[in-house]
């Protein structure tokens, strides 16, 4: 990391801090330019930490965050801020008193809850954190099955979970205040994949059975549900489904489907969301032509051929733009459940849903979405209204230092597509990935992502 000083005096930047008044709408880019004066520069090593998995601190540096080596209690610690300070000239020199070695001279545990029951484990890698009421979002679940049968609706090739439980925690003194309960699905937990929270509102990925659950975290506490966006889209699809099926299908017809082992016609559509996303692919190419002859051929070309390729698409991926637009990663089976899914072929699509229409649709290494990201990437890093922390996290699009450093990137790149499609790939974000951390600040310090992107 490479520091660049206004003033080395920190007594200086306080002065002018008296004298002067910030621009308007530039308080605490100001405030945040003292962290050039207070630079971590020392690393203490051997300190007594207890024998816990240590998470994250919250984004308001209030709480720290680990679980127990067995993976069944949450440990939760409030730190205690500057413990040690010295103002001879060469306090380089001096060592650290004893009490400084150790893990409580920093840290007060506030309290100690079990989350997991006996066949459950903590999933370590997830935890979602919300300011404004100071909850805290984990997770629990039991051993995956891995060669699960696709049974009612279930995606073949995707794993299955038998208890997948979310518990709402308050922060402040570790009170369970609700809980919800997933069984037989699979939703990605690792790095918060498969759960994206912005507000008060919720999205849960289930990839076994290709929906998406909004929930809205209530004050008080409670998970409520508000809508499931897959099989069907509207509140009442489902109702309108069952009432025309009844009175349209003949009973022998039925018998026949059932009897021969396939599905019934109520089983045999495409999802609501399926559906959605074929209408507008469909759409766009028919709106490129106006002669009909030359648009059948291009609906065979650019449709018709890859029809099936479309149907195959699964939901891999999620994150809220706003409260009402969700961006969703399209692709295949493999691609969905794989470790590394960079290597196979995806799409995102913008889908609104107020009106449950796609809004937009690219493949992940489309040059127009690229341009998209890099001009408005803010709009991607989407952040809760009510954290105030997170407004100010360095990207391409509000800081000139990390825009020259993505276009260098760009301009040693050896192949365009290839570096394009590298960029997209990150594409919809995971939730609460970035820190707010003025030392992440490129208005303020230089450093080289690689390093930081194990911290």
Known sequence: MYYRSRSSNIAARIFDRQICTPAPGTSVHHARRFYENLVPSYTIYEVECPDHSFRKFTEDGQYLISFSRNHQELIVYRPRWLSFSCNDEDCDQHDLPSKARRFDSFFTQLYCVPLASCNELIC????????????????????????????????????????????????????????????????????????FLYDDLLAIVSLRYQTIHILQIRDSGNLVDVRAIGEFCREDDELFLNSNAQHQVPENNVENHMHQGQPNMGNSFLSGIKQRLLSFIFQGIWNEETDDTLRIQRLRNKFYFHFQDYVDLIIWKVQFLDRHHLLIKFGSVDGGVSRNADHHPAFVAVYNMATTEIVSFYQNSADELYMLFEQFGDHFHVTSRNSMYMNFVSSHSNNIHALEQLRSIKDKASNSSQFVKKMLASLPFSCQSQSPSPYFDQSLFRFDDKVCSTC
């Open 124 to 195: 370590k890698d997830f935890f979602l954190y919300m300011e404004s009421n100071q909850f805290g979002l984990f997770a629990t679940s039991t051993a995956q099955i891995h060669d699960a049968p696709a049974v009612g609706g279930a995606v073949q090739g995707v794993p299955s979970i038998e208890k997948i439980t979310f518990h709402l925690l308050r922060m402040e003194d570790g009170e369970i205040l609700d809980k919800k309960v997933f069984s037989n699905d699979f939703v990605n937990l690792t790095h918060n994949m498969g759960v």
